[in-house]
């Protein structure tokens, strides 16, 4: 069984920045691929980023050099660093965890990006 807990949400100006945390827990957490993924209003969700175990890491197009994810494997935790906030990232950002057929998402943490 593996849980996730998300942190960072919240309201920000757009331009501004924010930290999403995610901490998995749990037995035989192994090779994985942690990530996050977005949902917003009226849209269907869709990949941000991606982290492997061993660092590789893939990004949507819309937000290749102002987001980064990282990991910290010891804490079991994957990071979003959000720069250059845009409106349109305006969303519910899910934390995902993924290995072999084995797939958990998080409750997800709401970003709002204001004018």
């Known amino acids: 069984q593996v849980q996730l807990v998300e942190s960072g949400g919240g309201l920000v100006q757009a331009g501004g920045s924010l930290r999403l945390s995610c901490a998995a827990s749990?037995?035989?957490?192994?090779?994985?691929?942690m990530g996050w993924y977005r949902q917003a209003p009226g849209k269907q969700r869709e990949l941000v980023a991606t982290?492997?175990?061993?660092?590789?890491?893939n990004y949507a197009g819309s937000v290749k050099g102002r987001f980064g994810i990282s990991r910290d494997n010891a804490k079991n935790t994957v990071y979003l660093q959000m720069n250059s906030l845009k409106l349109e990232d305006t969303a519910v950002y899910y934390c995902?965890?993924?290995?072999?057929?084995?797939?958990?998402w998080g409750q997800g943490t709401l970003v709002t990006v204001s004018s």
């Open positions: 749990g037995s035989s957490l192994g090779i994985n691929v």
């Open positions: 982290i492997t175990l061993g660092g590789s890491t």
């Open positions: 995902r965890f993924a290995r072999g057929s084995l797939e958990v």
